[in-house]
């Protein structure tokens, strides 16, 4: 059983910044790509993504504000975002690419609000 669990999410101001967290547990053979995406009414957008080696990618309406991290060693992933705009405000979802050893499959956390608003 793997489980991701964020956290971080809540009010900010305009401006403002938060980082987000998600950690992943359980039977982990192997996590590879993990990434955060985030809910608008209708879609869920991948919204930045990074390998195990620690190569990124970015959407282009967070690109040179938000950066994704992660510590291997705690299966953990970062995602810090500045310069907030109310047009982030949204639910933000982990995702992460795990092997058992077996069989290699994408989970998802259960989300974490983040409101941008003064």
């Known amino acids: 059983q793997v489980q991701l669990v964020e956290s971080g999410g809540g009010l900010v101001q305009p401006g403002g910044s938060l980082r987000l967290s998600c950690a992943a547990s359980?039977?982990?053979?192997?996590?590879?790509?993990m990434g955060w995406y985030r809910q608008a009414p209708g879609k869920r957008d991948l919204i930045a993504v990074i390998?195990?080696?620690?190569?990124?990618n970015y959407a282009t309406s967070v690109k040179g504000r938000f950066t994704i991290s992660r510590d291997n060693a705690k299966n953990t992933v970062f995602l810090q975002m500045n310069s907030l705009k109310p047009e982030d405000t949204a639910l933000y979802y982990c995702?992460?690419?795990?092997?058992?050893?077996?069989?290699?499959?994408?989970?998802w956390g259960q989300g974490t609000q983040v409101t941008v608003s003064s």
């Open positions: 995702n992460a690419v795990i092997s058992d050893g077996r069989l290699s499959r994408a989970y």
């Open positions: 359980g039977s982990i053979f192997s996590l590879n790509d």
């Open positions: 390998t195990r080696g620690g190569s990124t």
